[in-house]
């Protein structure tokens, strides 16, 4: 089944303990994004990948770090979390044409609910 | 700064009514998304366009490039279709893949 897997699901912390969000995506797909939805605010996009050791900051990267060493994967790191960050995160990833073609529909994760305290 | 703005924020509508929600951007984009996100909070892809109009079962998309506007359309509306439809665009410029988000609007279907 095609899918985008999230770890963990749900996560209280506290603040400074570094923590690690994993995606997973089996479709092969170039692509792959982190969002976080807050109340008011809506989805914002943190970080993007085009494709392998290819990423660019989206319009919240503050306070968070990404990596792309497999097509599959794309974690998202926060090195020190804070209380501002408690918010819900989605993981995305879709087929990618490149130049003047948009992007393909995305596929979406099932969240991690993050809480840091 | 570049900004997309949905309405209405809230709809509620009878089962079987007509729903348009919509979507206005401030420049020009490659490519505008529209996505359900259900009450249990997961994410689907209904429809992505850069010009002209789609349609799946009961859901027509629709975009006016030159109006900077997109409008979703809901026929014969059901209950199963309460959601928030939030709209997302990729702005003009290729090699730019960020995507902006509106705030969403929640529909409610009532029977």
């Known amino acids: 089944e095609a899918q985008v897997t999230q770890n963990p699901r749900y996560l209280i912390t506290v603040t400074g303990k570094k923590l690690t969000v994993t995606c997973s995506q089996n479709?092969?797909?170039?692509?792959m994004s982190w969002y976080r939805q807050d109340p008011g605010l809506g989805l914002r996009q943190i970080y993007y990948s085009m494709n392998v050791e290819v990423t660019d900051k989206g319009d919240v990267p503050e306070g968070y770090k990404v990596s792309r060493k497999e097509k599959r994967n794309f974690p998202l790191i926060l090195e020190s979390p804070s209380p501002n960050q408690t918010s819900l995160y989605f993981c995305?990833?879709?087929?990618?044409?490149?130049?003047?073609?948009?992007?393909?529909?995305?596929?979406f994760g099932d969240g991690t609910r993050l809480s840091i305290l | 700064k570049n900004e997309v703005e949905q309405s209405p924020q809230n709809l509620t509508a009878q089962e079987g009514e007509f729903i348009t929600i919509n979507c206005s951007y401030s420049v020009g984009i490659s490519a505008l998304h529209w996505l359900q996100q259900h009450p249990g909070g997961g994410i689907v892809s209904l429809f992505m366009?850069?010009?002209g109009k789609k349609k799946h079962g009961r859901l027509i998309a629709t975009i006016n490039i030159q109006e900077k506007h997109s409008s979703l359309h809901i026929t014969a509306s059901h209950p199963r279709d309460s959601a928030v439809y939030i709209c997302?665009?990729?702005?003009?410029?290729?090699?730019?893949?960020?995507?902006?988000f509106g705030t969403g609007t929640r529909l409610t279907i009532i029977p």
């Open positions: 997302a665009v990729r702005w003009g410029n290729f090699g730019n893949e960020k995507l902006t």
């Open positions: 366009l850069s010009s």
């Open positions: 995305a990833s879709s087929l990618y044409k490149g130049g003047p073609y948009p992007n393909q529909p995305q596929h």
């Open positions: 479709m092969n797909h170039e692509y």
